[in-house]
């Protein structure tokens, strides 16, 4: 058929040609199909009625949730949506490809659903006529196992995130939606939330209504052995450490531990003089299967953590600003919110443009605040710092891309690995972004002769509507004005000159103004130590330009244009033996420090994915570690003040 087809056009193509007949009228082409059904844009009205969201999170074998709505609806057209744009990911991460089992009932008959074929999250149905709400069920399927994705529910703990357990309607904002949830866990397992109002008995509890917005950002650890730290005795506006654990052993917290978790808090309130919350847990992980992480709320964290974080603080170091970051962003993302990331509801698309202030002063201050907390020496906090700075000033991926274009990155790779991270760049906005902090710092200190600093910035943008928890949006222009009544300067092109330009040196101004230089040497970097201990490999990164599994040399990364990346080693690769001695990375540290006094190549014999090879790595400039050490040509150390407790 096709064949005869093309014969008849080539036989009316000839005749054209020949003009022996009229001329062939071509197709124009295809015209676009017609538009998916229209999903009801959200609205700023009340939504009729309360949702009544029942979570049975009984099977932790299978890890399946199963979730039962009844949903108040009037007869006609309804568009159901499940969250698919997740604050604190900044991107379209909602667990659709976990969702499963939706069965709609009303007055007791199945309403037939569809899915949007545009947007996947949306499901459209007719409410039948005389149908006053509609019973909804469905499961969530967590992960079963690594290959699935991060695990969430162990045998012994589980994080509930309710905003991945819900149906809403569209139309409506979220503020407006109200939810009755209740929740049903494994017998005699404890939970920590920020939701109010629980009650009922063991394993069965109820909550008070609330708006979905609420709901979504309030998420509930529950485990087989938990505890619970007052870290503000007395206070008005509780704050508690909520810790599920893979063992009882690791919820013991030293005296000196719980100490410096509660001067976290009161150095927060001197920084930012009000608080956005009636109450606040921190509700913390400590496992070895849970992936580490956190995840920011409004009146609660999910801090996934290292299980010895409470039990072996010189071990798990590298990870202790975990806390004092996801804090600081109730008061940076959850209070005051850029206004082009607020969203309506979760299926209006976020915006990420000023993540250089929501995580990147976010990570300032959670360094800072992990300081001044005692949570981390002076000297930790310093060589935390220098191994920022010496990520920035050897990132190759800096030449081409601008910090703000990876303010985008969220949303182009949900963090799923990538092949050569230091030349595509990753997240920047983060840690480069603490620097651009760091060098606004120092300069107000340094222009007002140490009167003001960024901590007056912060007093001044988060310390409005104490209690209240109802998002405030910014936009750049607002980032500019605050900080001009600090310190009147040109702060606009000071900002801009840090976040649009590609190439050029990594910003290092603040370190220099804060009275420091970046070093390297071959005594190690104690948070980096921290960090390789606990993940289980060696970080080669500034000499042979690596990071390597312990066990068996797998390379976990190689730095662009380092001499791992010109002899031809990508991450994947196996180091099989090092100048023909099997690996093991103390032999590759000795190998290193040998090769500084001679002129041979390293001989790495490396397995591929499918073959042995062997390479030569020319390099000669020793075990190297960044390292912060006093710049004899700047007079001050603001870097100090900074670091120091307030009073
Ligand atoms: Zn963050």
Redesign the pocket.
């Known amino acids: 058929m096709k064949r005869l087809i093309y014969h008849n056009i080539s036989v009316g193509l000839c005749l054209t040609t020949l003009g022996a007949g009229p001329a062939f009228a071509a197709s124009p082409g295809p015209v676009p199909a017609a538009t998916a059904p229209t999903i009801p844009a959200p609205e700023d009205r009340p939504y009729p009625g309360t949702i009544q969201l029942s979570i049975d999170a009984r099977d932790i074998d299978r890890k399946v949730v199963r979730v039962h709505e009844v949903v108040p609806a009037e007869a006609g057209d309804l568009t159901l949506l499940y969250p698919k744009w997740l604050p604190g990911t900044h991107a379209p991460e909602g667990a659709i490809d976990r969702f499963a089992g939706l069965e709609i009932t009303a007055n007791g008959q199945k309403v037939a659903w569809v899915r949007d074929p545009v947007d996947v999250y949306a499901f459209h149905l007719t409410v039948p006529a005389g149908a006053a709400k509609l019973e909804v069920n469905f499961q969530y399927l967590s992960p079963v196992g690594d290959d699935f994705g991060d695990a969430e529910i162990t045998s012994n703990m589980m994080v509930l995130e309710p905003i991945r357990l819900a149906l809403y309607p569209a139309g409506y904002f979220v503020r407006q939606i109200m939810v009755t949830p209740d929740v049903t866990l494994p017998p005699d397992w404890q939970f920590g939330t920020a939701l109010d109002g629980a009650s009922g008995s063991v394993g069965h509890i109820s909550f008070k209504t609330t708006s979905l917005e609420t709901l979504a950002d309030s998420p509930i650890f529950a485990g087989r052995y938990f505890s619970r730290l007052d870290l503000d005795p007395g206070a008005a506006a509780p704050v508690h450490l909520d810790i599920v654990a893979d063992r009882p052993s690791e919820l013991e917290i030293r005296p000196e531990a719980l100490a410096a978790h509660r001067a976290l808090i009161q150095q927060a309130y001197k920084l930012f003089g009000a608080h956005h919350y009636d109450h606040y847990d921190f509700l913390v992980s400590l496992s070895d299967t849970v992936p580490l992480g956190g995840l920011?709320h409004h009146r609660s964290s999910e801090d996934n953590t290292y299980s010895d974080y409470l039990t072996d603080a010189a071990k798990s170091i590298s990870d202790w600003d975990l806390l004092p970051?996801e804090y600081t962003?109730s008061w940076n993302g959850k209070f005051r919110r850029p206004a082009d990331l607020w969203t309506p509801n979760y299926d209006v698309p976020m915006r990420d443009s000023l993540l250089w202030v929501y995580?990147g002063q976010?990570e300032y201050w959670g360094k800072v605040l992990t300081a001044r907390a005692g949570m981390r020496t002076k000297q930790q906090e310093l060589d935390d710092i220098a191994f920022q700075v010496a990520t920035y000033d050897n990132l190759p991926g800096r030449a081409w891309r601008p910090l703000q274009d990876t303010t985008s990155d969220e949303i182009i790779n949900p963090r799923r690995p990538s092949s050569w991270r230091s030349w595509q760049r990753f997240e920047d906005y983060y840690d480069e972004g603490a620097l651009i902090w760091l060098d606004a710092d120092t300069l107000i200190r340094e222009m007002s002769k140490g009167a003001r600093s960024l901590d007056d910035f912060a007093k001044s943008f988060f310390s409005i509507d104490n209690g209240s928890f109802v998002p405030m949006t910014y936009t750049f222009d607002d980032v500019v004005k605050t900080l001009n009544a600090v310190q009147p300067y040109d702060w606009a092109t000071f900002l801009r000159a840090r976040l649009d330009p590609s190439g050029g040196k990594a910003p290092l101004d603040g370190l220099k103004r804060g009275g420091y230089r970046l070093v390297y040497s071959d005594t190690e970097n104690e948070i980096v130590k921290s960090m390789d201990g606990e993940r289980k490999r060696t970080t080669f990164t500034w000499s042979l330009g690596f990071v390597a599994a312990n066990k068996d040399g797998e390379i976990k990364s190689v730095l662009w244009d380092s001499p791992a990346f010109k002899a031809g080693l990508t991450a994947g690769n196996q180091i099989v033996a090092v100048n023909g001695i099997p690996w093991d990375p103390d032999v590759v540290k000795e190998t290193i420090k040998a090769s500084a006094g001679n002129k041979d190549p390293i001989e790495l014999i490396v397995k591929t994915t499918d073959r042995y090879k062997v390479v030569h790595l020319e390099y000669h400039g020793g075990l190297r570690y960044p390292h912060l050490e006093r710049d004899p040509e700047a007079p001050a150390a603001s870097l100090d003040a900074i670091l120091e407790a307030r009073k």
């Open positions: 920011e970051h962003h995580e976010t």
